[in-house]
């Protein structure tokens, strides 16, 4: 398969390049820092892009929208967490466009070439997706956004032939916590890991082509966080 993976740098989107790499795909990385963990392979291309600024945003799209997909996995989100008065606009801003202005237009960038091979898109949004989530209301209101568009494009694509699906994950040990209050419990049942998450998406694209799992939730045994300062 021919597959775009957005947040390829670091975390989930990461094991994910390496795994569909493994199994012979060829894979376009969308991130913005490939030098911090480079990867190389001879099926593997990369695309530096900040996803926050639209001036680099629109010349990937006109990339996108340039080649031949099977496969588009959204991986790439933003996240800040505190008492909603706390977080400053520019902050809002850079979640909205990251976690969900950007997927959007990727999709509708790619959406004739995937009609075409009857492709799959995938989201990685999240479990605060389908509950209240106390300091982090914007955050939780983005994947929120993003699982209800990956529903009704469902609807709007599967005459065509295109699966959609979304991966809703709990907290998961990567670096995506680094810069906030709190990171995931220290106890190994509080977490989960991005490789278990990877897993997950794997299986989606198991499936025989006439086979749409449409989401998957995934959470740890228990809920712990550990607090910083």
């Given amino acids: ?31 913005r820092d490939f030098q911090k963990y480079p990867l190389e392979h001879p099926k593997y291309q990369t695309y530096s892009c900040d996803l926050r600024k639209m001036a680099e945003v629109e010349k990937l799209l006109r990339v996108v929208a340039s080649k031949d997909w099977d496969a588009v996995i959204l991986v790439a989100g933003l996240g800040y967490f505190a008492p909603h008065e706390e ?17 959007m237009m990727l999709v509708q960038a790619s959406l004739r070439s995937l009609k075409k091979t009857k492709g799959h898109i995938l989201f990685l949004s999240s479990v605060t997706a389908g509950k209240a989530s106390p300091i982090g209301a914007a955050y939780s209101a983005t994947k929120a956004g993003l699982s209800h568009f990956a529903e009704s494009l469902w609807e709007e694509v599967r005459k065509y032939g295109v699966r959609v699906s979304v991966v ?3 907290m998961t040990k990567t670096d995506f916590y680094k810069h906030n209050s709190f990171d995931v419990g220290e106890e190994e049942d509080s977490y989960l890991l991005a490789e278990e998450v ?3 998406v794997l299986f989606l694209f198991s499936q025989r082509k006439e086979v749409n799992i449409r989401r998957i939730e995934i959470q740890p045994q228990r809920h712990r ?3 910083r300062g």
């Fill in 198 to 200: 990877v897993e997950a």
């Fill in 168 to 170: 809703e994950p709990d």
């Fill in 225 to 227: 966080i550990t607090r």
């Fill in 1 to 31: 398969m021919k597959v775009l993976v957005t947040g390829a740098t670091s975390g989930i989107g990461r094991v994910l390049v390496e795994r569909l790499l493994q199994e012979g795909n060829e894979v376009l990385g969308i991130g």
């Fill in 87 to 103: 977080i400053h606009f520019s902050k809002i801003q850079e979640m909205v466009q990251v976690n969900l202005g950007s997927a």
